[in-house]
């Protein structure tokens, strides 16, 4: 294992003490706590939290600030963070008017921010929530009973985000959600394995010229594994499910998010995004917004995600709704 760090039990910590001191005109860390929150409250509005296990950098702790999260709360890597530490994020980003919880659909996640939930309403705190499940690839998997979360829960930070923003309520925050999660579909594909800091070796192992599509964030099996193919090949794979899934037809609106998932070069995702450019045209579809990173990575997971998102209401303009974050 070659990493640049400490000790491996140090590494959450000293994460969140890098992080917070090279981005402190945005954020702040909860002393005592994981949790990242945004410096500047604006009181009245509905606050923003999501979180999760560490090792998705820039997820979610990237997301904190003006128009996105008020507060992430960050795990040990790829573990749920406790009902303790969610509850000091819940407190963190409350400016008054409630806190919506965005909640990955893991086991771990979903008992634990449930649990806060709970415990920040014994104190007065009004909190709703929404569990994100937009990955396609298995109906079930290590971690989770129903489809997991990926890459799509950035997408419905941006645009709870933005309601929140504009003032929306937290029961209207909460409709938007319900109708929002649907909407969203992501499916991906890995080439090799992460490597945990703690065990020092790749959670799964893909020989030199294989790939696994429908890969979780955590390593989770997908559903089928061949030889190593061209871009153009993986984007009429995936598309094909994404396809599936909506059912789409001609002229209806999309907005369509590639991932990287953590060592996979920008080049390559350009390409990538480059031949389902070429697959939705065909399709006639009409894509209104196109983002391309690393945004919801598996530590140094080689590979990449494809969400789509239907656009429906007002969700491109809370799409491009400005923010002010380290990562969007």
Not at 196 to 222: K, M, N, S, T, Y
Request: net charge negative.
């Amino acid at each position: 294992m070659k990493k640049i760090i400490n000790q491996p039990e140090d590494v959450v910590n000293e994460m969140l003490e890098g992080l917070t001191y090279a981005y402190d005109q945005l954020i702040e860390r909860v002393p005592g706590t994981t949790v990242v929150a945004k410096k500047n409250k604006e009181q009245g509005k509905v606050g923003i939290v999501s979180g999760g296990g560490s090792g998705h950098e820039p997820s979610h702790a990237g997301f904190v600030g003006k128009g996105m999260l008020g507060a992430a709360v960050c795990g040990e890597v790829f573990t749920s963070p406790t009902p303790d530490q969610v509850l000091e994020g819940i407190k963190a980003a409350d400016q008054g008017a409630g806190v919506f919880l965005v909640i990955k659909n893991y086991s771990g996640d979903v008992m634990n921010f449930e649990m806060a939930k709970d415990l920040a309403e014994m104190e007065g705190i009004s909190v709703e929530q929404v569990i994100v499940d937009d990955d396609i690839a298995v109906e079930d998997s290590t971690y989770t009973a129903g489809r997991r979360g990926v890459a799509g829960t950035v997408l419905v930070h941006k645009i709870l985000g933005a309601a929140a923003d504009q003032g929306k309520s937290l029961a209207e925050v909460k409709e938007l959600a319900d109708k929002l999660v649907p909407n969203i579909k992501t499916l991906g594909v890995a080439l090799f394995g992460a490597t945990v800091p703690a065990v020092g070796r790749p959670g799964f192992v893909l020989e030199d010229d294989e790939l696994e599509f429908g890969v979780g964030i955590h390593g989770e099996p997908g559903y089928k594994k061949e030889k190593l193919q061209p871009s153009k090949a993986l984007a009429q794979e995936i598309v094909a499910k994404l396809k599936k899934e909506f059912a789409w037809e001609q002229g209806e609106k999309f907005g369509v998010l590639v991932n990287g998932l953590g060592s996979t070069p920008l080049m390559e995702q350009f390409i990538f995004m480059n031949d389902v450019k070429a697959l939705l045209e065909a399709d006639g579809l009409v894509i209104e917004f196109k983002k391309v990173g690393d945004l919801m990575t598996a530590i140094d997971m080689a590979g990449l995600s494809l969400t789509m998102i239907r656009l429906e209401d007002d969700w491109l303009a809370q799409l491009n709704h400005p923010v002010t974050t380290i990562a969007w």
